[in-house]
């Protein structure tokens, strides 16, 4: 039978303790009993549950979490239990708007799409397509980004396509490439059933993926539960359960983790056969990793040593190893190189590709991974290598273009420099779908004044008038999750079908419907003539992607719409080899690493410059794992007198991104209405600061004040989330923590590096904050990611 419960206050649910099986469990929550349901998954974190959806006279009346789904067993978190009511919100955008005289009006289809595409075939014409650019989301379906994917890279030609996943997820990719030739995790959610040992890293499951984290406590509540070491600078209530709890300092992931590599080495807990036969690199992983000590690791890190060689000790015994990592490694410094020692770990000891064990470098948003694999972040659709000209062909062929319509003669552009070429003129037309970088990006005054150049023509895609929005050129209304049909892959590389249940309001359109009528209106052909985008529904798209994806590591083939109806979801690869999909890859120990077949030649962990195919070819890896050492770089900004603090940000886990659709579900609003400065009790007396003062926090690049909160927080960092905008708070009164942040990047990944900042911080006049209506857990609001 369906629970109800309170998820506000009880956020992860009765304990079902098991050992080998999770039990079902189905959360349910209704503002009315539905006359119908219709299957979906849920889209506000990056587990990816599997839910229905509750309809009444055409309208969402509620959700219930599917019991056959194996990634959930029926489990769902309270913003899967409470997000949907965004879909009702009144503010919602019905209308296009176009901008005259300085204001955005009201305007038809007609008019909104004709500026654009008339916009765009001027710019072809003077400036060729690189002067369009395109940030999307990882909000969309695979049939919306394989869409753009292929109207972008072969039907204007434009290397200037990424999302915002750049800032979330692009350092799991680039690790994963590294160390194993490819993108896709090698493990799956159901390998914490049956693991001894979980190592989690810069990553609060607690607050970030509270399904996968009930996962979590239901094993340690059942017999024979799993020791936990974390790795993060704060006490989350993750960390407060964990066997060994590491808080480095920011900034110094490499270190621990050469540490806990180093120690593995020393004490001989190594997988000798796996690492000869099945590897390539160790002897400089060993030479790299032998002078961190643990008093040295202690020294730099503030990690003491008798913690790290308990860690070790845990790592290094434990026969079956579950590593976790998120964006406390992806948005710091050395965020790849970071990355790549968690995969290292697993690869000297030999965990890898069977039960028990598993490498999730975890996704931040529900389709991040549909963005990576279609081609909408830059990357090629189907894991492809832009650097093989075999590659370039093979798409050639399936799109039936030239070879050279398909931007391949650099690397593909990254957001960060995609920004850049806006800030600069190279790049005038630049179409945002699905995100809010005016509150997400770094350094907000920057972003600000970009999207206000004179020159530059935005277009935003969204549901709601968001901060970004608010200031575009066009503003075009979509239908949102519920309202259009389409498919996702989560983190363990589980898709799931979501069908439309409702109507979207007014004259909102799905972000396919908006593509296809972009290609229809810039009539892109291909070599014959025919319409370039030979689909007109979104399972016809599908089918297209199965055929772009088939033979490739993320092989959907074998899937259809009929067998994603009515059941659970189904992990790729799926195909003829593994009908009912794969739990793990890499089962032979045989890598994506060959050089026909990989998706990089590699990087410089320290400069970022792609390795050339030559030097890759002749050390051709041959399927062997492919271990790369990276030694310790101090962050480039460190506190000093004039700004004496580090600052780092994270999310709550009430709000999802910019609170574009949390902030519209009033449990989850009335649960975290503000955001907070965090400070250590020492800080607090040092600097005279009370719980709930007010508290301004300044960068070199801007101030941002929220109410203090004291507590569970090393002395001389402080801690903002960073959802909180202005569309429903004064522009004037700055409170986005990324007014704060820095314009720099990881050289590998270009994942920017949101998770340090040197700052300082000052009690502010103001009567302290008052509590919210319904007081979150003392604990998990407010844990970082």
Not at 220 to 237: S, W
Not at 267 to 277: P, R, V, Y
Request: proline share 7%.
């Amino acid at each position: 039978m369906p629970e109800t419960r309170d998820s506000i206050t009880d956020i992860w649910g009765r304990r079902t303790g098991y050992t080998g099986q999770w039990p079902t469990r189905i959360d349910e929550h209704l503002t009315a009993e539905p006359d119908h349901w219709v299957q979906s998954a849920c889209v506000l974190c990056s587990n990816g549950c599997g839910l229905d959806i509750g309809v009444k006279n055409g309208r969402i009346v509620g959700v219930r979490g599917r019991a056959e789904d194996r990634v959930n067993c029926g489990r769902l978190g309270p913003k899967g239990l409470h997000g949907w009511q965004a879909n009702h919100s009144p503010d919602r955008l019905t209308k296009p708007l176009i901008r005259r005289n300085g204001e955005l009006q009201e305007a038809s289809w007609e008019a909104a799409m004709d500026l654009i595409v008339q916009r765009s075939k001027e710019l072809i014409r003077q400036h060729t397509a690189s002067s369009i650019g395109f940030y999307t989301s990882g909000q969309l379906f695979i049939e919306e980004y394989y869409t753009l994917g292929v109207l972008g890279k072969a039907g204007l030609g434009t290397p200037h396509m990424d999302g915002n996943t750049r800032l979330c997820t692009a350092t799991a990719a680039a690790a994963l490439k590294i160390s194993f030739g490819t993108d896709g995790q090698p493990g799956s959610y159901s390998d914490i059933d049956h693991t001894d040992c979980l190592l989690i890293v810069g990553h609060n499951p607690a607050s970030q993926q509270t399904v996968f984290w009930a996962r979590i406590l239901d094993r340690l509540a059942g017999p024979n539960p799993p020791q936990l070491v974390v790795i993060d600078p704060r006490l989350t209530y993750t960390a407060e359960r964990a066997t060994v709890h590491l808080a480095p300092r920011v900034g110094t992931n490499v270190a621990v983790l050469n540490g806990l590599i180093n120690l593995l080495i020393e004490a001989d807990q190594l997988n000798h056969e796996f690492i000869k036969q099945h590897t390539m690199g160790f002897a400089e992983l060993r030479k790299t990793v032998e002078k961190w000590t643990p008093d040295r690791v202690e020294r730099l890190t503030g990690v003491p040593a008798d913690k790290l060689l308990a860690a070790a000790r845990i790592i290094g015994s434990s026969p079956t190893l579950v590593s976790t990592a998120l964006q406390g490694v992806y948005q710091s410094m050395q965020a790849t190189a970071a990355a790549v020692q968690v995969n290292n770990i697993h690869l000297i000891r030999g965990l890898i590709g069977s039960r028990g064990n598993a490498i999730l470098q975890m996704n931040g948003q529900p389709t991040s991974q549909n963005t990576r694999e279609c081609g909408a972040d830059g990357d090629l659709p189907g894991f492809r290598n832009w650097d093989n000209p075999a590659h370039i062909e093979e798409l050639a062929r399936l799109w039936n273009v030239p070879v050279d319509k398909i931007p391949h003669w650099a690397p593909p552009t990254h957001a960060m420099q995609l920004w850049r070429y806006c800030e600069t003129g190279s790049i005038k037309l630049l179409w945002i779908q699905a995100t809010n970088p005016a509150v997400s990006m770094p350094e907000l005054a920057r972003i600000r004044k970009i999207l206000q150049q004179k020159d530059l023509l935005v277009v935003v895609q969204d549901a709601f008038l968001t901060e970004t929005a608010k200031l575009a050129d066009v503003v075009l209304p979509t239908a949102i999750w519920g309202e259009k049909t389409g498919t996702f892959t989560n983190t363990d590389r589980t898709v799931h079908l979501s069908y439309q249940a409702v109507a979207p309001p007014g004259e909102a359109r799905s972000d396919f419907d908006i593509f296809l009528d972009y290609a229809r209106r810039m009539d892109f052909r291909d070599q014959d003539g025919r319409p370039l985008i030979g689909w007109s529904t979104p399972e016809e798209a599908f089918e297209a992607w199965k055929a772009c994806s088939k033979g490739r590591p993320c092989d959907y083939s074998g899937l259809s719409y009929a067998k994603l109806t009515g059941g659970s979801g189904v992990q790729w690869p799926c195909n003829e080899q593994y009908p009912n999909g794969a739990e793990h890859l890499y089962t032979d120990h045989q890598f994506n690493t060959h050089a026909d077949y990989c998706e990089t030649f590699g990087y410089d962990l320290v400069t970022g410059a792609e390795k050339q195919p030559e030097e890759y070819k002749a050390n051709d890896p041959q399927g062997r794992a492919i271990i790369v050492a990276a030694d310790y770089e101090p962050p480039h900004e460190e506190p000093d007198a004039q700004y004496p603090l580090w600052l780092t940000t994270g999310r709550v886990v009430y709000h999802f991104h910019t609170r574009t659709k949390t902030g519209r579900a009033p449990a989850l609003q009335a649960a975290a209405p503000e955001g907070f400065v965090q400070l250590s009790a020492e800080d607090a007396a040092r600097f005279g600061i009370r719980e709930g003062d007010r508290v301004e926090v300044t960068s070199r690049r801007g101030t941002a004040t929220e109410p203090a909160r004291i507590g569970g927080i090393e002395p001389g960092l402080v801690f903002m989330p960073f959802h909180y905008g202005y569309w429903d708070h004064d522009e004037h009164d700055k409170r986005a923590a990324n007014e704060l942040t820095l314009t720099e990047w990881d050289p590998v990944s270009k994942q920017p590096h949101f998770k340090y900042a040197a700052v300082r911080i000052r009690k502010v006049a103001g009567a302290p904050a008052a509590a919210a209506d319904t007081p979150p857990p003392a604990k998990p609001s407010g844990q970082v990611g």
